[in-house]
């Protein structure tokens, strides 16, 4: 993006900056009256910040009661940081100037190297696009005072396809946003070229590596759309911002879940704000994960909030089918599982034989094909036909109450749920057999009538494209992360 200061806001800084350092002279000790800040440059520089948020931020010199980007900060550091100005970094050096600023603690990379036993490889989480992370331990030993935490440590690979950009998005996201439903992050190291992220540790891991396992007895029915909930949650609150926040990465192995499933996103390397004013759209850089990005974003290159409501509805398919949005092990029709499957998720019947079998006997089919619908409309290729996350959250809130009470008749025997097809054999739930999903699929792709219309698809005439035909995307190298 560059700089975004104009000529125009330099010299009316400029000059409302002599004039505040004049009445500083004339009435020492008198800090209330910032000539400097009266609201026609204030407003300027606040529409050149929203411009600017994310990993091309610009520092910024105003009063911190001044609208913000982002939701409040947690109240101890509000009291502490009432009379301080807003520093926003666009790049490491400025970070290093001006860290007072932030809500996180500031480690040196000895004190990681203790917090990972010296980044021993028994320490290892997990591996992606921007590096290694670990499993750390915060206590006396690392820093006096330090009450023992557990932490994930993320160290970014100087020869990873992520680099200071997308780290310091992070820093500058996870530092001012809280909520339940995001992972927190503690702290940052940045001595010389090291680039690291403290980060509360998700002793569950991702939601990809529960998900994808054969026999996976943790991903049950209920616990699937309660997680499918919390993300839901965390994507709505980044809409929902005031000014809004476009996660641009949603995928399974982005959402980490604690020791009680509950699910938070992670990972805000790709994040950006949303458009302002006028604006439909932001134009920008094609990235993200092949499989999960949105076809128009990736043809145009036009970000919208709707381009994440895609993401979800991809990672929703994955957790009603188990299989993952892109699998070349897979058949040639069957490697793209969005081309594949979203026709046939308004067939009820066809629908049935393709859910994932380990959950067989966990769920009505009316719940069922409630949750399919929602998919199915997150995944218009029409933007305009999906819903937003606000309404996402409205429809999975109401599948959870009836869910406790399918589970509690199902635990009981006193419950029919999901109906097995006569001509597909029923499989125990942990027997996720090939050869019985095989079957299921040529059920389900057996010739069928021309598909209906869901009630909440926008009239043809409305649409952009076609919702029934496969959707093309430009072959292009624009993932970041091949995780």
Same mark, same amino acid.
């Given at each position: ?9 330099? *010299?009316?800084?400029? +000059?409302?900056?002599?004039? &505040? ?5 004339? @009435? ?6 910032? @000539? ?54 666009? !790049?490491?050096? %400025?970070? +290093? ?13 000895? *004190? ?28 006396? !030993?690392?820093?006096?005072? &330090? ?24 820093? @500058? ?25 403290? &980060? ?57 879940? %604690? ?14 704000? =949303? ?12 990235? =993200? ?7 128009? &974003? ?7 909030? +709707? ?11 994955? #957790? ?8 070349? +092990? ?55 036909? $999906?819903?937003? #996350? ?14 406790? $009470? /399918? ?6 025997? !006193? ?21 019985? /999903? ?46």
């Amino acid at each position: 993006m560059g700089n975004c200061y104009s000529s125009e806001v330099d *010299e009316q800084y400029q +000059r409302q900056e002599q004039q &505040y350092g004049q009445s500083l002279n004339k @009435n020492p000790g008198t800090t209330n009256s910032l @000539n400097w800040c009266e609201r026609p440059v204030i407003e300027l520089w606040k529409e050149r910040l929203k411009n600017c948020v994310g990993a091309d931020r610009v520092v910024v010199v105003a009063p911190t009661n001044a609208n913000s980007t982002f939701p409040k900060s947690a109240e101890s550091n509000r009291t502490a940081k009432a009379n301080s100005v807003v520093v926003i970094p666009k !790049n490491v050096r %400025d970070l +290093r100037q001006n860290p007072g600023n932030s809500n996180l603690d500031i480690f040196t990379y000895e *004190e990681m190297r203790l917090a990972t036993k010296r980044f021993r490889p028994d320490q290892v989480l997990g591996e992606g696009g921007f590096g290694i992370v670990y499993k750390g331990v915060l206590d006396e !030993n690392v820093r006096p005072g &330090y009450k023992k935490t557990e932490v994930a440590i993320k160290e970014l690979d100087p020869e990873g396809i992520q680099g200071d950009r997308e780290w310091l998005a992070e820093v @500058n996201y996870l530092g001012q946003l809280e909520h339940p439903n995001l992972v927190k992050l503690i702290g940052y190291c940045c001595d010389d070229d090291h680039r690291l992220l403290v &980060y509360e540790y998700m002793a569950s891991g991702s939601l990809e590596n529960h998900l994808f396992q054969r026999v996976s007895a943790t991903m049950t029915w209920a616990r699937r759309l309660k997680i499918s909930l919390d993300a839901a949650k965390g994507l709505a609150f980044l809409h929902g911002a005031e000014r809004s926040i476009i996660y641009r990465d949603f995928k399974t192995s982005n959402i980490l879940l %604690d020791a009680h499933y509950n699910a938070k996103l992670s990972d805000f390397g790709l994040a950006k704000d =949303g458009p302002m004013g006028d604006q439909t759209h932001v134009s920008t850089r094609v990235m =993200g994960t092949y499989g999960y990005a949105a076809p128009e &974003y990736v043809m145009t290159g036009h970000l919208t909030a +709707r381009s994440d409501i895609y993401g979800f509805g991809v990672v929703l398919l994955e #957790m009603l089918i188990g299989r993952k949005a892109m699998d070349k +092990r897979r058949p040639s029709r069957e490697h793209n599982l969005v081309e594949w499957a979203r026709p046939l998720l308004n067939h009820q019947k066809k629908l049935l034989r393709i859910l994932d079998p380990r959950m067989e006997g966990q769920y009505s089919n009316k719940t069922a094909i409630k949750v399919a619908n929602l998919a199915y409309q997150c995944l218009s290729q029409n933007p305009k036909g $999906r819903p937003i #996350m606000s309404q996402v959250v409205d429809i999975l809130e109401s599948v959870q109450i009836p869910q406790r $009470r /399918e589970n509690a008749s199902i635990q009981s025997g !006193n419950s029919v749920t999901h109906e097995v097809p006569k001509s597909i054999p029923s499989n125990p739930p942990n027997n996720h057999s090939r050869q019985n /999903e095989n079957e299921r699929v040529k059920d389900a792709e057996a010739p069928m009538s021309k598909p209906e219309r869901s009630k909440s698809e926008p009239p043809n005439e409305d649409d952009l494209y076609n919702p029934y035909d496969d959707i093309m995307f430009v072959q292009q190298d624009f993932m970041i992360d091949h995780s």
